[in-house]
């Protein structure tokens, strides 16, 4: 079974520059979370998706982050414009549904650098 | 939100050591789970443990949901063994299903 997807691994751009990630989860997952991990601390949910709706988007930057998931399957979390502050490794994960004993698998992160 | 708190932060161990990870937590939780981040950044799931104690080779894990603990024992550690552990929950509190991680226990394993 093929695990989750992401690209790119690794990303430098400049403050007020705009980047995207894309993220394929495992086939037949319902379930796909954006977290960030900021160096030091540990993953920070940023946002939930059930299919292609949204389920808890309280903690993303709306200002300045935006994430879709149009079909349902893959998603891309967009940063326009990046602020210094948001260098992280910003990781995908999924899983088969939304409930309390679904494990989460997590794809390798894409590692960005605002300079 | 929910506060997870892991200790020891660092610990370093020499191959073939036991040692036992502790994650507190603040609130009732409904989910809790135990991960291993590797030195390139995979988070690994090692178990889903909101209550008792499971076992998987070298690694068990015990919750007390009434006390608000978890426990990881890592046995005969090895040199792969090393990374960071995430103990991380999900409270009913919260009324979502997003995982609340603590901050980890970076494990340095030793030959």
């Known amino acids: 079974e093929a695990g989750v997807a992401q690209s790119p691994r690794y990303k430098i751009i400049e403050k007020r520059q705009s980047v995207a990630f894309w993220c394929n989860p495992i086939?037949?997952?319902?379930?796909l979370y954006w977290y960030q991990q900021i160096l030091g601390q540990g993953p920070k949910l940023l946002i939930q998706?059930?299919?292609?709706?949204?389920?808890?988007d309280s903690q993303l930057p709306k200002d300045r982050f935006s994430a879709e998931r149009l079909k349902g399957v893959d998603s891309t979390l967009k940063i326009q414009p990046a602020k210094l502050e948001d260098s992280a490794v910003y990781l995908c994960?999924?899983?088969?549904?939304?409930?309390?004993?679904?494990?989460?698998?997590f794809g390798p992160g894409t590692r960005l650098t605002v300079l | 939100g929910i506060q997870v708190e892991q200790s020891p932060p660092d610990l370093i161990l020499q191959e073939g050591a036991n040692s036992t990870l502790r994650c507190n937590f603040s609130?009732?939780?409904?989910?809790l789970q135990w991960f291993h981040q590797n030195p390139w950044g995979q988070l690994i799931n090692l178990f889903y443990?909101?209550?008792g104690t499971k076992q998987n080779g070298r690694l068990s894990a015990t919750t007390v949901a009434t006390e608000r603990y978890s426990l990881l024992y890592i046995s005969s550690s090895q040199t792969t063994d090393s990374g960071v552990y995430f103990c991380?929950?999900?409270?009913?509190?919260?009324?979502?299903?997003?995982?609340?991680f603590g901050t980890g226990t970076r494990l340095t394993v030793i030959p």
């Open positions: 994960a999924s899983s088969l549904g939304q409930g309390a004993a679904d494990t989460q698998y």
């Open positions: 086939s037949g997952h319902a379930t």
């Open positions: 998706f059930q299919n292609n709706g949204v389920v808890d």
């Open positions: 609130d009732s939780v409904n989910n």
């Open positions: 443990i909101p209550s």
């Open positions: 991380a929950v999900m409270s009913y509190s919260t009324g979502a299903n997003n995982l609340f």
